[in-house]
């Protein structure tokens, strides 16, 4: 420690230079995306990738927008509220994005927001649940992809009641999308009659037989799980081994983690007659756009896709490429303005957001969900009654 | 509700009793904290999988592989990492804590973030006095960690590797005298205590899948452990373990499952303020 | 080298840092904020690890209970920013005067031990709290001063490392200081001479803690949102590879590593998801075969007397 005086100043010039080589202007238009490419959601991470890849030649194929080509920035948020928001923001001020699209994580997205809605950036959230996203109402922010209040009283409840079943049990991982999703389902289930108990677990807890043995004293016919990643595929194996289940059908109350390559070998046997929701199906599908995805995914990555998540980044891209197009421009205001009027053709439908303020419906399109049940490693649709392949078995 | 926490406790108990054997050992004979112990644990699981799933080798195999793998993995990095810092706390746990997140983030660029199962020894579940059902794999790993421990006392106690490696810990310098060569002692324990980990990551993966970031709390209960125990002390690590074991396990069933980690580090802390040489320990640092 | 000159020095390098908010955009801004935020972790980290020997884990922890008091006291109590920061200071003090008081008679694997177990109970009662903390939700708090405004929270960060540097300086130039250093060359040498050895560690942990409960404040509400991530261990890894690469036990080595690796860690994210693992193993290769660091000039680490019996 001789001389502090040589290195403060050596230290200040480095960063000055360092700082001052930027990256050069391309000649693109840039979208950002955000969303966990570590940590324990990675593998959004990774059907985002390839939905970004399809979705980027799919547009540059028809010419990009405005004359150019489009150009996806992809920064990790690693699933955590404080990474995303400083990622946010530096899609934002170093990478001079038009618009910002992605996200999976609700905790995280709701730090997103703020950001774009204090820096005005229009920013489309694909597949966070939580209500206060859009229920904020910010002019900046839409969502194209579900609300925990729509899965629950569109699709769960109306499962719930229409399955018949007496007596259920909530277990919600303490996230804003599984507190959030858990509070709505018990007023859901209140509404409807349905005895019911709740219990709050950690998101990355490995060890679910305490928990268990706890709903086991309870006996119900359903379980909703609301435990997103590994901690499901622990929780069924779990509830297979202490006899809860088959007698007890339970709910992947999120979907993918039901999807993800290594479900079956985490659970083995105990995986049949688990139920999820989902926005896909293997077999169904919803528009031609749907069909001409899975060709080009089959093509690209010669494997079917399985995790919904690859299509709803796709279709948020092609919405955000859509609203620059018909814009005309790359300014937020105009951008917002053509985000309002959207009427587009994705995989899951026609999209098309809310336009009523005051709830969670404000800039949201609801795709459409399914809830589907493993039999004999098949999937089979057994809700709602008019897309369903199947029946519920027990 | 009782029986089930009792149980519970006791397989807990065994496994953390393995991995803290581990860490006791490699404080024993070389006074380092391997901080990256659990990533050792987890790499042991990550090889299981590799050979029994994805090469279809015996489990058996597999897992023997596994654990010698580890072992050899154990000696590179004490020889290019380790070997420096000896007699220097600070320093040992400045590297073994970077290593730790170097290695939990190569694991993620080489195995991906999906939790990994290599395949389970037995199926099913048995419903134990007709009271309750328990996995079945949850008994083998009790079996199976059972076994290692004894296994690991007899290495220690009954024969000549153990007589050398209880010198050196007991008096180093004397032990060099009579002619025990320390740098090559400490090599292979340092292997020795990656084994371990191994070990219990091999017998504990197929009931709880590993992902790149699952050692972390391995570690923190196996360091705890070996406070609870007394530094360097076998039998501490065992009674420890079960101790631990024993009180998350109840403190979950009855005071809140989302506390369960909890007492394990108010035990460290109490034990540290009351009777830092812990329930087994002869001497203090 | 004198206090004037200290003195001079930093106002003067302090001065040209003012200039910064006029010629560098938002992004970069952001970088100098970070790291700023780094040095006062790294510098304050530095005093016990660097002059006391004593490896901490639970500096990040502390960083987080002066920013969750001042979190929580400011949405929920609706107190202004400034005295929550304040308060989180003093209470990141207070508690790290507990915590040395506890385990510091110990020293060594035991002191690292205890903070780990420190670090870990605190993470788990803020993420089991939640209808407190929100948990891993985050918890959204309100800027220093509102509207908020980056170049204001530069300004604010820099007075805040001015005082972290200063409060360093004059400990490790005062009595108290060079009793440090006797501890750490030999610690029952300095016994003999009458140091109070325990007394000297715990004092040097205390005022650690509360800077590290300022830097978390501060860095906080610059942020405006609050998660389990500030008290981890992932940012206690990444202050103590600041501070091992700059060069532990140097004045300058933690600031120039804070800078040095918050710019690198920019640079090396635009390569995709594994840039925690490339910034790992340039730290661990440092660690290894520079353990100096960059500074190149610390002294060796810990003699290996008072380990071995």
Redesign the interface.
């Known amino acids: ?5 040589v ?6 010039f ?3 230079v ?2 001052a080589v ?1 990256p050069a202007w391309a000649n693109t238009v840039k979208v950002g995306v955000v969303g966990p ?7 959004t ?2 059907a985002f990738d390839e939905g970004i890849k399809l979705a980027i030649n799919y547009i540059n194929n028809k010419g990009g927008v405005l004359g150019k080509k489009l150009e996806v920035v992809f920064e ?1 948020t690693a699933g ?4 995303a ?2 990622g946010f ?2 899609l934002v ?2 990478d001079k994005v038009v618009m910002v699209v992605g996200e999976s994580h ?2 995280a997205a ?2 997103e927001i ?1 950001v774009a809605n ?1 820096m005005k950036v229009p920013f489309i959230v694909a597949e966070a649940w939580a209500d206060p996203i859009t229920a904020k109402n910010y002019e900046y922010v839409f969502r194209a992809g579900p609300s925990n209040s729509g899965v629950v009283n569109e699709t769960i409840a109306k499962w719930v009641a229409h399955a018949g079943f007496k007596k259920a049990y909530i277990v919600a991982e ?3 999308w599984g ?1 959030g999703i858990a509070e709505l389902t018990e007023k859901a289930l209140i509404a409807l009659g349905v005895k019911y108990e709740k ?5 990355k ?3 679910h ?3 268990l ?2 709903i086991k ?1 309870f006996a119900p016919e359903v379980i909703l799980a609301y435990v997103y990643g ?1 901690g499901l ?2 929780f069924v194996a ?1 509830a ?4 809860v289940s088959p007698r007890a059908v339970i709910l992947d109350g999120a979907g993918p983690p039901s999807l ?3 479900f079956w ?2 659970v ?2 105990y995986g049949n007659l688990e139920t999820f929701v989902s926005s896909m199906h293997e077999k169904v599908e919803l528009t031609p756009l749907a069909a001409e995805f899975r060709t080009m995914y089959e093509k690209e990555f010669g494997k079917s896709p399985t995790d919904y998540k690859s299509r709803s980044i796709f279709d948020a891209i092609l919405i955000a490429a859509d609203a620059v197009k018909r814009a005309g421009c790359t300014d937020a205001d105009s951008l917002v303005k053509a985000l309002k009027k959207t009427e587009l053709e994705g995989t899951r439908g026609i999209i098309k957001f809310g336009t009523t303020p005051g709830g969670p419906e404000y800039h949201q399109w609801m795709p459409p969900m399914l809830i589907i049940q493993w039999q004999d490693r098949n999937q089979v649709v057994i809700y709602p009654p008019k897309a369903a392949t199947g029946t519920l078995k027990r | 509700m009782l029986p089930m926490a009792l149980m519970n406790g006791l397989v807990m108990g065994v496994i953390y009793a393995l991995a803290a054997l581990g860490v006791s050992l490699v404080v024993g004979i070389m006074n380092v904290i391997n901080f990256a112990h659990g990533e050792f644990y987890i790499l042991a699981g990550y090889f299981s999988y590799l050979f029994a799933d994805t090469l279809g080798l015996n489990p058996i195999l597999s897992m023997s592989l596994a654990v010698g793998m580890v072992f050899l993995f154990g000696i590179v990095i004490e020889y290019t990492i380790i070997r420096p810092t000896y007699g220097n706390h600070m320093y040992s746990l400045i590297l073994t804590f970077i290593l730790s997140i170097v290695l939990q983030n190569a694991y993620l660029l080489i195995f991906g973030p999906y939790p990994k199962k290599p395949p389970g020894w037995v199926k099913g579940a048995t419903n134990i006095f007709g009271d309750f059902c328990y996995g079945n794999q949850r008994l083998a790993a009790l079996a199976a960690g059972t076994v290692l421990i004894v296994a690991v006392f007899l290495l220690i106690k009954k024969t000549w590797f153990g007589r050398m490696i209880r010198a050196a810990s007991q008096d180093r310098e004397m032990a060099e005298l009579n002619g025990v060569n320390t740098a090559l002692l400490n090599t292979f324990s340092f292997g020795l205590g990656c084994a371990l980990a191994a070990a219990a990551g091999v017998v504990l993966a197929p009931v709880f899948p590993v992902t790149p970031t699952s050692g972390v709390p391995v570690a923190l209960t196996a360091f705890v452990v070996v406070v609870l125990g007394g530094m360097g002390s076998m039998w501490g690590c065992v009674i420890g373990g079960l101790i631990l074991g024993l009180v998350e396990n109840l403190g979950a069933a009855f005071i809140s499952t989302g506390y369960k980690h909890l007492f394990g580090f108010i035990i460290l802390i109490v034990v540290l303020a009351v009777k830092p040489s812990g329930l087994f320990g002869s001497r203090e640092t | 080298m004198s206090y004037k000159r200290f003195y001079v020095i930093l106002f003067l390098a302090s001065g040209l840092f003012c200039l910064l908010p006029l010629v560098l955009d938002l992004y970069r801004l952001h970088v100098v904020i970070v790291s700023l935020f780094y040095v006062m972790m790294a510098a304050s980290w530095n005093l016990i690890a660097g002059y006391t020997g004593q490896v901490s884990f639970a500096h990040a922890a502390f960083a987080g209970i002066g920013a969750y008091t001042s979190g929580i006291l400011t949405v929920k109590a609706g107190m202004t920013s400034w005295l929550g920061v304040a308060t989180g200071t003093l209470t990141a003090g207070v508690t790290g005067l507990g915590v040395g008081f506890l385990c510091l008679r110990m020293g060594g694997i035991y002191l690292s031990l205890t903070t780990l177990g420190f670090s870990e109970i605190l993470r788990i009662i803020i993420t089991n709290e939640y209808d407190i903390t929100r948990g891993t939700m985050g918890l959204q708090i309100p800027p220093m001063i509102a509207p908020y405004s980056k170049a204001v929270h530069f300004f604010i960060l820099l007075a805040g490392t001015l005082l972290t540097l200063i409060v360093v300086y004059k400990i490790i130039h005062s009595n108290m200081g060079l009793n440090f250093r006797a501890v750490q060359n030999d610690e029952r040498a300095a016994r003999s001479l009458g140091v109070n050895v325990i007394r000297v560690r715990v004092l040097a942990f205390a005022v650690s803690s509360a800077l590290a409960g300022l830097a978390g404040a501060i860095y906080g509400h610059y942020l405006m949102l609050i998660t389990p991530e500030i008290p981890s261990l992932d940012l206690q890894f990444f202050v103590l590879s600041m501070a091992v690469i700059g060069g532990l036990g140097s004045f300058a080595g933690p600031i120039i590593g804070s800078f040095a690796l918050t710019i690198l860690s920019e640079y090396i994210r635009a390569y995709g998801e594994y840039h925690v693992l490339v910034f790992g193993l340039v730290a661990l290769a440092m660690a290894r075969f520079a353990p100096q660091g960059i500074m190149g000039l610390a002294r060796q680490f810990m003699p290996a007397s008072g380990v071995r019996q």
Do not use: C, V
């Open positions: 420690m001789k001389n502090p005086k290195k403060l100043l050596f230290l200040l480095t960063s000055a360092i700082l930027g490419r570590t940590g324990g959601a990675a593998a991470g990774q990790d955590a509220p404080d990474k928001a400083s923001e530096r001020t170093r609700s905790s709701l730090a703020e204090r303490n996230s804003d507190l219990l709050t677990t950690e998101r807890s490995q060890d037989y305490t928990e043995t706890k004293e590994d595929h622990f779990q297979g081994e202490l006899k993800w390559p290594d070998k985490n083995g046997e």
